[in-house]
Every structure is written in C-alpha cells, then in structure tokens.
C-alpha cells in the first residue's frame, strides 16, 4: 500500500519538474507501479491506457480486501453457532443420565460447558471478527482514495511529459 502513494509523489514530483526523465527511470527500478505506467507509456499507451493499467492493479488488491473482509464476516456469522452448539452439547451433558440427579459435578461440567461455548463464540465474533471486518472495509476506503489521488497524478504526468524526450530516455 505505501507503494502506491509513493508512486503518487513520483509522479507530483515530475509533475513539479522536481525529477527529470531519467532520474524518474532510475525511481521506476523499485517501484512496480511507476515501472508499469512507465512500460505501458514506453510502449505507445495514451492516458486512458495508463488509467486501464492502475485500475488493474486497484482491481486486484480491492479483491484481496474483499475476499478478507468476506472471511471475516463469515467466521462472525459462524461463531455464534458454535456457541449454540457447544451450549446444546453442554445440556446435554448435564441432562444425559437423569437418574444420576445428585451427581453434580457432572452437571456442572455441562453447564460449565454450556456457558463456556456460548461466552468465548460472542467474544470472539464481538471483539475480534468484526473489528477486523470493519478494518478492512475501512483498507478498501483508503485503498480507493489512494488510487483516486493516483490517477490524477498520473493524468497530470501525461499531460506534462514530453513523449519524444521520453522515447529517447528509455
């Protein structure tokens, strides 16, 4: 991710003729997405194919988020089910063997049990699985922002860059 607002400096900065051409050739060695733009721009793309190929790249890490945030909320909507089975599974335990009423230290396991499955199952859809939930999401806002910012430095980097000192540069 710091990638991509590092990329956005790169391309300001040549924007703000901080950077030369070649010294922009040299910050693409590490980092990937200045070197994609640049290959796509090296190879005749105009501006909305430089947009196509960080909207690429947007698109892929936006799935990865996606696809972890869905984990998420799949283990919170899980947890409390485990909870209530644990819980069944406990008064199970403690209602097994009815003629065995004085024996308490067996119903106090099922109930332990009981309690147990159910408390742990909330704590954890409630303290951790849905925060991360909500983190992530929150990533992907960022992420979206990031890449918003991107994609008008880009354009502004097209719009500026000389595209026959460019070709004789790379």
């Not at 991710?1 to 590092?6: D, H, L």
């Not at 300001?12 to 922009?24: A, V």
């Not at 430089?50 to 892929?60: R, S, V």
Request: proline share 2%; with cysteine; glycine share 4%.
């Amino acid at each position: 991710k710091n990638g991509i607002k590092e990329s956005q400096d790169i391309f300001d900065s040549y924007f703000e003729d901080k950077l030369t051409s070649l010294e922009l050739n040299q910050k693409s060695e590490d980092n990937q997405i200045v070197k994609n733009i640049l290959k796509i721009l090296k190879h005749g793309g105009i501006e909305e194919d430089l947009i196509l190929g960080i909207q690429k790249i947007y698109a892929n890490m936006d799935n990865s988020y996606s696809k972890l945030k869905n984990d998420y909320e799949y283990l919170a909507t899980i947890m409390p089910i485990i909870g209530m089975i644990g819980t069944i599974a406990g008064l199970l335990m403690m209602f097994a063997e009815p003629a065995q009423a004085e024996d308490f230290e067996k119903k106090f396991a099922g109930l332990s049990l009981a309690l147990a499955t159910t408390l742990y199952s909330s704590l954890l859809t409630i303290l951790w699985f849905k925060p991360c939930a909500r983190s992530v999401e929150k990533w992907q806002l960022d992420l979206q922002n990031e890449f918003e910012n991107l994609e008008i430095s880009i354009r502004k980097f097209y719009h500026k860059v000389n595209i026959i000192e460019f070709h004789d540069t790379y």
